[in-house]
């Protein structure tokens, strides 16, 4: 155990952000997200939601302030009626964070399924919530 590491985090995802470098992006999944097929490395936070983990691991990992929008969506697929209230709690949480009121590009599904390829890690979570994916880009450790 250590001190000051929120308990969501693992030793595993702890070893990924740590490695990860300015500019670097991860990927987390929701549950119906192809983690599996589209990770270079994957981590497993299966039980665990989007918001509990992205508000701890915002305490650990500083967001790109070098980029105009540091954190991606999932655009929803043209004409699918599907309402994405998990955005705001993440807008909410950025905000809390790391002070940013607007760090969201919206992503071509298809376009964000390339992208997480390229990602350095993707996080696998329990999220239910329907387009709840979110990459985040890794900015620089100033502390």
């Not at 299966?46 to 991606?72: H, R």
């Not at 390229?118 to 990459?135: D, F, M, P, R, W």
């Amino acid at each position: 155990m250590l001190k000051g590491i929120p308990k969501v985090i693992s030793p595993e995802l702890l070893k990924i952000i740590m490695e990860m470098d300015h500019g670097d992006e991860i990927v987390l999944g929701d549950a119906n997200f192809p983690a599996v097929s589209h990770a270079k490395r994957l981590v497993r936070c299966d039980g665990i939601a989007i918001p509990v983990l992205l508000d701890a691991l915002l305490q650990l990992f500083p967001l790109d302030p070098y980029v105009a929008k540091p954190a991606a969506l999932m655009q929803v697929v043209p004409g699918d009626p599907v309402e994405t209230p998990v955005w705001e709690e993440y807008r909410r949480i950025i905000a809390a964070r790391a002070s940013l009121v607007e760090p969201f590009e919206q992503v071509e599904r298809f376009a964000f399924y390339e992208r997480a390829k390229n990602a350095y890690a993707i996080v696998a979570t329990g999220e239910g919530a329907l387009y709840a994916n979110l990459i985040l880009k890794k900015g620089v450790v100033t502390e």
